[in-house]
C-alpha cells in the first residue's frame, strides 16, 4: 500500500474519488458537492486556516487503485471544557473493509498530530463549524442530509479496533410535521402567548441582514466557548445568511423575541440533497442552471432543522414550545412539507434532547459517533461533559 498527500491538482481529484469509487452502487449514497468539500482545504473560503491547518492523504494499493483517503486538522480555537493536552482531528474518512489499510491511515494522521504537538485526535470532524462533516453515522444509513459525511457499517469496526473510544453521540430526530404537536408544548405555549413582551416571527429576505444580526446575537450567548465554538461576528452571520439566501424558505426560519431582544432561533433548511442528489457532485455554470431546473421541476417535501437555541437566561421558560407552535401553524398551513428532521443533537446537552423529545411522535432517524483516540494511553478517559 501507498498513502498519499494531497499536494496538485491530480491529489485533489483522487481524494474526492475515492469517496465516490467506495459508494459505488449503494442506494442510499448521496454525492457531495465537490466545491464544498475543497472549500474545506481552501485558505481563501475557510477562515479556520486562521488558527490552524490541514493536510489530507489518499492511499492507494499495491495496484495503484484508490481504497482510502483521511484529513488531519489542528485549530487552536478547537476544545472542550476539561479538555488536559491540545486536541487535533481527523475527518473524510473512507476505507475499504481493511483494518490494516484503516490503521496505515490513522497512523499517518497521528503521527502528523503528533509532529503539531496534539495529546489526542477527534473525528471524523471538520476543519471548522460542526454544522457539517461532522460524526460518523453507525445507526439509519439513509440517504445523507446536506454537507453529513455518509460512511459503511463497517467503518464503526475499523475506529473501534484501532482504539477510538466514543466521546460524545449525535442523535438526530424525525417527525411528521403534518401532526399535531403534544398537549404539554401547546399548554406552555398557551400561557406564553398571553404576555404581549413575547413575540415570534419568521425571517423575511428584504430583511435578510437584520435577522442575521439577530441570528449572531442569540448564537453567541446560547454557544459560543461550547466546545471551541467562537462568536460569530454581525459581518460573518451577515454573508452566511447572504450565502442561504438562495435555496432559503423564509417560512421554516424562525425568531423570537422579548421586548424587541432576540432571544431564540429555529433555524430550519429545506433538504438540499433532494435536489443536489441529481447533479452528481458537480456546481459549474451548467449544473447550476440545472439546480434551478430541479428545484423548480422537482418539490422537496422534506425539510431538516440545522440550529435550534436559546439565550441561557430564558431557557426552562416555555420559549421552546411558543415558538415551535408558533411556526407550526405557518408551516401547516403552507401544506408543503411532509418530512421533519432535527439535525444531530449531541448527547452531552440533555436540554436539546428534551426539546427534541418533547416534540411528540419524534423517533431516532440516525444516530452518529464522534470518537476520541487520546496518543498517551495511560491517561483515563473521559466523555465530552454535560452542559
Not at 76 to 82: E, I, L, P, S, V
Not at 275 to 296: A, E, Q, R, S, T
Amino acid at each position: 500500500m501507498q498513502i498519499v498527500e494531497v499536494k496538485d491538482q491530480n491529489g485533489k481529484r483522487d481524494f474526492l474519488r475515492v469517496n465516490v469509487e467506495l459508494f459505488k452502487g449503494e442506494p442510499n449514497y448521496i454525492r457531495p458537492l465537490d466545491k464544498d468539500v475543497e472549500e474545506v482545504f481552501n485558505p481563501q473560503k475557510n477562515k479556520a486556516f486562521r488558527f490552524g491547518e490541514a493536510i489530507r492523504w489518499v492511499l492507494k494499493d499495491d495496484k495503484g487503485r484508490l481504497i482510502g483517503r483521511i484529513a488531519a486538522f489542528v485549530n487552536k480555537k478547537y476544545r472542550t471544557k476539561g479538555d488536559r493536552f491540545p486536541v487535533g482531528g481527523v475527518g473524510f474518512f473512507d476505507c475499504t473493509n481493511n483494518q490494516q489499510a484503516a490503521n496505515l491511515l490513522f497512523d499517518t494522521a497521528k503521527e502528523w498530530l503528533l509532529q503539531k504537538g496534539m495529546g489526542a485526535m477527534d473525528g471524523p470532524i471538520n476543519f471548522g463549524e460542526r454544522d457539517r462533516w461532522w460524526g460518523l453515522i453507525v445507526e439509519g444509513f439513509q440517504p445523507p442530509l446536506y454537507c453529513m459525511s455518509y460512511s459503511k457499517p463497517y467503518y464503526r469496526t475499523l475506529f473501534e479496533q484501532y482504539g477510538f473510544e466514543v466521546f460524545f453521540n449525535q442523535v438526530c430526530y424525525g417527525l411528521d410535521p403534518t401532526r399535531e404537536i403534544n398537549k404539554k408544548l401547546l399548554d406552555r405555549h398557551a400561557e406564553l402567548k398571553k404576555d404581549p413582551d413575547f413575540k415570534t416571527v419568521h425571517a423575511t429576505k428584504k430583511d435578510l441582514d437584520q435577522f442575521a444580526v439577530d441570528f449572531s446575537i442569540v448564537y453567541n450567548k446560547a454557544w459560543a466557548g461550547h466546545g471551541g465554538l467562537k462568536e460569530i461576528s454581525k459581518e460573518l452571520a451577515i454573508a452566511m445568511f447572504r450565502k442561504m439566501k438562495p435555496v432559503m424558505d423564509e417560512k421554516i426560519v424562525w425568531f423570537t423575541y422579548y421586548k424587541e431582544e432576540p432571544i431564540a432561533i429555529f433555524l430550519n433548511i429545506p433538504d438540499l440533497n433532494q435536489w443536489f442528489k441529481y447533479l452528481n457532485g458537480k456546481f459549474d455554470l451548467f449544473h447550476k442552471l440545472k439546480f434551478l431546473w430541479v428545484k423548480w421541476t422537482k418539490p422537496n417535501r422534506r425539510f431538516t432543522g440545522i440550529i435550534f437555541g436559546i439565550v441561557p437566561a430564558f431557557q426552562g421558560k416555555g420559549v421552546d414550545a411558543f415558538m415551535i407552535n408558533e411556526a407550526k401553524f405557518v408551516v401547516q398551513s403552507q401544506h408543503k412539507y411532509n418530512y421533519y428532521e432535527l439535525q444531530w443533537v449531541g448527547d452531552f446537552n440533555p436540554k436539546m434532547i428534551n426539546v427534541a423529545e418533547g416534540l411528540g411522535d419524534t423517533y431516532l432517524t440516525r444516530r452518529l459517533i464522534t470518537w476520541r483516540y487520546q496518543f498517551d494511553r495511560s491517561i483515563s478517559f473521559e466523555r465530552h461533559p454535560i452542559l
